[in-house]
């Protein structure tokens, strides 16, 4: 969905339950013109997308957002000033219907997102 069109994935690795990716936000993607003219901000929801992707990518799955336990939305980012993400996806449980985990976004040493829940695998 958001995939090769918001950010596009640098580096990504699968390595016991972790996955690590670098991303790069495109910031000219029309969705700043919105969020904000004046001040573009990365919107939650769009974090919150990206580490969903990056699970089904990761596991070759489809599937849809179960249970968010926690989400924190600790900064934001303004693609302008710096569009490079680090996300950290922690894998605790997954069975042939759910994917439990921990997740985080960082830009440099700012955390954007700490985010905790499960999602339904759909195929």
């Known amino acids: 969905m958001l995939v090769n069109n918001l950010y596009r994935v640098l580096s990504q690795q699968i390595d016991a339950g972790v ?7 495109d910031a000219a993607h029309d969705i700043f013109k919105g969020h ?4 573009p901000v990365l919107p939650g929801v769009c974090m919150v997308q990206c580490i969903k992707e990056l ?3 990761a596991y070759l799955l489809r599937t849809r957002i179960d249970k968010a336990d926690m989400i924190k939305f600790l900064s934001m980012l303004n693609p302008v000033e710096s569009n490079i993400l680090d996300a950290e996806i ?3 449980e997954k ?3 759910r994917i439990v985990f ?3 976004l960082k830009s440099s040493d700012r955390f954007l997102l700490k985010y905790s829940g499960s999602l339904f695998i759909l195929n």
């Open 19 to 25: 996955i690590r990716a670098g991303l790069e936000i």
């Open 36 to 39: 904000f003219p004046e001040v």
């Open 55 to 57: 699970i089904e990518s």
């Open 90 to 92: 922690v894998i605790k």
């Open 95 to 97: 069975s042939e219907t």
């Open 102 to 104: 921990q997740a985080n």
